[in-house]
């Protein structure tokens, strides 16, 4: 049974960072494709990025260059680097992750889900 747990969420000015993480575990991590997610109040959840089972990334074209997924093995653990946060990226933020290689962004395609953590980013 997959479970994600997500922490690292908060409030912050904007132009700050926070790092998000994502600890996972009842399946072979090293497997699975991760993501994040994010979603607003009355917005559509959107992707923000990807990382695949060998490491490749994928960004949403509104955070590239401001943040960096990554992920450690070793820790069955996934991160959300966010600098230079803006307004606009306050949202919740979930992880999500789906067997074997992927690389699309699209919420539909991922069936394991963490509860989220909040993120709030004021002017």
């Known amino acids: 049974q997959v479970q994600l747990v997500e922490s690292g969420g908060g409030s912050v000015q904007a132009g700050g960072s926070l790092r998000l993480s994502c600890a996972a575990s009842g399946y072979t991590y090293t497997s699975y494709s991760m993501a994040w997610f994010r979603q607003a109040p009355g917005k559509e959840r959107e992707g923000v990025a990807l990382i695949d089972n060998y490491g490749g990334t994928v960004y949403a074209a509104s955070v590239k260059g401001r943040f960096t997924i990554s992920r450690d093995n070793a820790k069955n653990a996934l991160y959300l680097q966010m600098n230079s946060l803006k307004p606009e990226d306050t949202a919740m933020y979930s992880c999500?992750?789906?067997?074997?290689?992927?690389?699309?962004?699209?919420?539909?395609?991922?069936?394991?889900w963490g509860q989220g953590t909040q993120v709030t980013v004021s002017s």
């Open positions: 999500a992750a789906r067997k074997g290689w992927w690389s699309l962004l699209r919420p539909e395609s991922f069936d394991s």
